[in-house]
């Protein structure tokens, strides 16, 4: 099963899309989802545990609200492997590239959750009770 998702994640990269952003929000023209690039504390964006993660984007009213983490799959869309430190693309404004990114996709292991890391776009796992970064999503239009 690892390797299916791992392949499929693989395939998603494959495709490059086209991002719009406006107030804070970054629009996929291909998936259409939308992405939060916005943090109101300073620009300093959230890092937390797997399940702080999953409440700070369930509570997010960031341009009305309906947020949520994104699985690995939409997660690992954003990479640009043509791109290094961070490997996303430019319209990002935030972007560490120093640390992991949570998804809400639960490993095998139970206690953990799978990951990106955007200085190269690395797919892992961490325990769930590590501090890492959140983005946010939510369906676009």
């Not at 998603?12 to 690039?37: H, I, M, Y």
């Not at 997010?60 to 430190?85: A, F, M």
């Amino acid at each position: 099963m690892r390797v299916i998702l791992l392949i499929l994640i693989g395939l998603s990269s494959l495709c490059f899309a086209e991002f719009s952003k406006q107030n804070g929000v970054v629009t996929d023209g291909d998936t259409k989802l939308e992405w939060q690039d916005e943090y109101s504390n300073g620009g300093n964006i959230k890092q937390t545990t797997w399940k702080s993660a999953i409440d700070y984007c369930e509570d997010l009213s960031l341009d009305g609200g309906g947020w949520r983490l994104p699985n690995i799959r939409e997660l690992e869309s954003l990479v640009d492997d043509s791109k290094y430190n961070p490997s996303i693309n430019g319209v990002f404004e935030f972007t560490s590239s120093i640390s992991d990114y949570w998804s809400s996709t639960t490993d095998t292991d139970t206690n953990r959750a799978w990951f990106v890391l955007f200085s190269y776009g690395k797919v892992s796992t961490y325990t769930k009770n590590n501090y890492s970064f959140v983005r946010c999503v939510r369906e676009g239009e």
